[in-house]
């Protein structure tokens, strides 16, 4: 077990999670694990088969109801060059409730996740601010404050996002 409260380096870049060389990149998913749009139809299309193949063995064994939101697990990360990815279902964007806290813990959980793998390098993207709705501004805003509180061991923590005004928001904020 490694030492927590390690100082994690916190860092921006513009581009496309999946051709990040990082331990672990995190995937938006959704509950079924089993593909989709956006970040995740990236990882499995440039990942390969091995992905989706682990992802279906997850809900055959563990997950028969799905990944629940907020949650997290971890796959390897097939022919990208990471070594694992890390599915995490965010919440869809609602004007109603508030849905904040899960947003957060999909980042805690997916460091946590990214603890056990003994991973000290994780990318993520802005979880759902594409096809969940979330507004830019706030999601980058939950995603900064969460991943500088959280307690982990990685210590290279890099949001990935993929164009220009999604970083400029991440800036602005960081
Ligand atoms: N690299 C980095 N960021 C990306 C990439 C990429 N290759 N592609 C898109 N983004 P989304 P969500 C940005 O929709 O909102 C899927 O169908 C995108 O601009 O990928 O959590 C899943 O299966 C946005 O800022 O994830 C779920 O059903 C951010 O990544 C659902 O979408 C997240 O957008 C999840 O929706």
């Given at each position: 077990m490694r030492q927590h409260g390690v100082m994690t380096t916190i860092s921006l870049v513009q581009g496309d999670i999946t051709e990040q060389q990082a331990d672990a990149i995190v995937n938006a998913a959704?509950?079924?694990?089993?593909g989709g749009g956006g970040v995740d139809g990236a990882i499995h299309r440039r990942g390969g088969p091995e992905i989706l193949a682990a992802c279906r063995d997850l809900r055959a064994s563990h997950y028969g109801k799905g990944l629940g939101v907020g949650q997290a697990v971890a796959t390897t990360a097939g022919?990208?060059?990471?070594r694992w990815v890390i599915h995490t279902v965010g919440p869809v964007w609602s004007a109603e409730e508030d849905r904040s806290g899960l947003l957060a813990s999909c980042y805690r959980e997916s460091l946590r996740v990214a603890d056990e793998l003994g991973a000290s390098s994780v990318a993520f993207p802005?979880?759902?601010?594409?096809?969940?709705?979330?507004?830019l501004d706030d999601g980058a805003r939950i995603a900064l404050e969460t991943v500088r509180r959280a307690d982990t061991a990685v210590t290279d923590v890099r949001f990935v996002l993929f164009d220009e005004t999604a970083y400029a928001v991440f800036a602005a904020l960081h």
């Open positions: 959704n509950s079924s694990l089993l022919r990208l060059p990471a802005a979880v759902s601010t594409g096809v969940y709705g979330w507004p």
